[in-house]
């Protein structure tokens, strides 16, 4: 949690859905083709499924934001950015009864779905949707006002260009405003890397297919 203040960017991993992407040990930009609607909404249906698992998670993160803001009702307004399929927008909404969320995601049928899901849990009042490529400006983002609450979860290790987005992200938060960053601590992986099983490389190699089906 940060009051008005960006994190210092420790570099910018790969992004799975963006046209650009950093690969390769020296980081060069490699072109990707962007995922089609239907894989867009398989996969959205997943992150769906995993964030209810990790709703408790999720609540209590909101609980500190709570308290880092000092005020439940002074929320007005609460940007979610890579909300995907909207299950911490509709959280958001209903932890802060008083705030409009906005989710913004890159992809236009992920947004579908959170538009469904606020609608269904009683919030698509208080939920609506901007689609926002974050390897470009925010400022269409930032043209519907400030906001009391930025909310980052899984999403800025996808950035290449993570210094600016980070500053676009702190031009978004009003003063004394709250930032909310949860990312990965290390990079994925389904067994730890030097587990002694099979030939040399095995769970490397495990870990990179396991990685690359996520991404499909």
């Known amino acids: 949690l940060g009051g008005g203040r960006a994190p210092e960017a420790?570099?910018?991993?790969?992004?799975?859905?963006a046209p650009v992407r950093l690969a390769?040990?020296?980081?060069?930009?490699?072109?990707?083709q962007p995922l089609h609607p239907t894989?867009?909404?398989r996969r959205g249906a997943r992150l769906e499924l995993?964030?209810?698992?990790t709703m408790p998670l999720l609540r209590e993160a909101f609980d500190a934001i709570a308290r880092a803001a000092?005020?439940?009702?002074g929320i007005g307004r609460v940007l979610d950015l890579g909300s995907g399929p909207g299950v911490a927008s509709v959280a958001l909404a209903q932890r802060f009864p008083r705030a409009t969320v906005t989710a913004v995601?890159?992809?236009?049928?992920l947004l579908d779905l959170a538009r469904v899901r606020a609608a269904r849990f009683d919030v698509g009042e208080r939920v609506d949707t901007r689609v926002a490529d974050f390897e470009r400006s925010l400022d269409d983002v930032a043209a519907s006002g400030s906001a009391d609450v930025v909310w980052a979860s899984m999403v800025l290790h996808h950035v290449v260009e993570l210094p600016r987005m980070l500053a676009d992200v702190h031009r978004l938060l009003r003063p004394e405003g709250v930032i909310a960053v949860g990312e990965l601590d290390r990079p994925?992986?389904?067994l730890p890397v030097g587990f002694d099983v099979g030939r040399a490389g095995f769970v490397e190699r495990l870990n990179n297919a396991v990685t690359v089906?996520?991404?499909?």
């Open 188 to 190: 994925h992986g389904t």
């Open 70 to 73: 000092g005020s439940v009702t």
């Open 39 to 41: 894989q867009h909404r």
């Open 50 to 53: 995993e964030g209810d698992v």
């Open 105 to 109: 995601d890159a992809a236009e049928p």
């Open 10 to 17: 420790q570099g910018a991993p790969h992004h799975v859905d």
């Open 213 to 216: 089906a996520l991404e499909e």
């Open 24 to 32: 390769g040990e020296m980081g060069e930009p490699v072109r990707v």
